[in-house]
DNA sequence: CTAGTTGCAAATGCTTTGCTTCTGC
DNA sequence: GCAGAAGCAAAGCATTTGCAACTAG
């Protein structure tokens, strides 16, 4: 099965279980973020004017409720990188796999992914010391990308 | 000296090195966070009530402007928790040493800070895979703490 | 003296909500 | 058929900005 495929029949399941419905908006809205590969990381406006491009008419409300109900449905992940808006990225489709780090260039604001975790050693350090059970993480980099240090 | 005036002293010398001046509303702002060791992760709002309840009658437009400038005097750190405001806390007064770790619980919402960084190595290899060189990093680990993990 | 700062109110911009109409299941 | 969803416009909040009056150096 693709992906895309597999994202969707997750999709469809998360929310029967759930007692929610399919429809056209949240297919599409998950769509979206799967074709979008090159802009990861999208706001609820920025899907709205994805969609408005592909001539789907939903209402930006209607947005906003659904890239958060795929949040909490996992398939999406909300990331905040202190721009003023929310921002979503597709969840990783392997429930044992961590968020991956993002790199971000203070020069030329790039996002980067790097996409190893590394953090199982400093994770059951600070459970060992301090009783806190860690279910998942957020890292960022702060500093300067490759091209930026040329100059 | 203590470690308030040393914080006070340095705003002194930020400020005069980048042409601000020196206002009570600064000073106070400042010694509001120093002060708070309780509640160091505050907002602007925040501060402005705790200045209320000091009788201090600033400005919250005042307050915004100045919990932002002391953060780029690197005075404070912008920390973000996701719930809709930006918040800030005491930066570091040693240079070498990196932001601590927040450790959040997904329960009873309550933030504890882990204090070693740990990272290093982490870092180095991220600097050698990707040529991305790191001035400062941001982890949050979500999870449940030790009081909830009982419950 | 004067560039920088404050305070206030108005404006901005992201996000949420109320409510009516519509539609999966 | 009916609980849940969409669409739209209005409301809500955190934050920013314009501007006149003030003040630190």
Redesign the interface.
């Given at each position: 099965m693709s992906d895309k495929n597999f994202r969707l029949q997750k999709l469809r399941e998360k929310l029967a279980e759930n007692h929610y419905k399919m429809t056209p908006q949240r297919k599409e809205i998950l769509q979206i973020f799967i074709e979008n590969e090159d802009d990861p990381h999208l706001s609820a406006e920025e899907v709205y004017e994805v969609l408005k491009k592909k001539d789907f008419d939903f209402g930006l409300a209607t947005v906003y409720r659904n890239v958060e109900l795929l949040s909490t449905l996992g398939l999406l992940s909300?990331v905040?990188f202190?721009d003023g808006r929310?921002r979503y990225e597709l969840a990783s489709t392997d429930p044992k796999v961590h968020q991956h780090?993002h790199?971000i260039?203070?020069k030329c604001k790039k996002i980067?992914e790097?996409e190893?975790d590394?953090?199982e050693?400093?994770?059951s350090?600070?459970e060992k010391?301090?009783?806190?059970?860690?279910?998942?993480?957020?890292?960022?980099?702060?500093?300067?990308?490759?091209d930026c240090?040329k100059s």
């Open positions: 909300r905040n202190d929310t780090h790199l260039c203070l980067i790097f190893e590394l953090l050693n400093l994770e350090t600070i010391k301090s009783g806190f059970e860690i279910l998942n993480h957020e890292v960022k980099f702060f500093g300067y990308c490759s240090r």
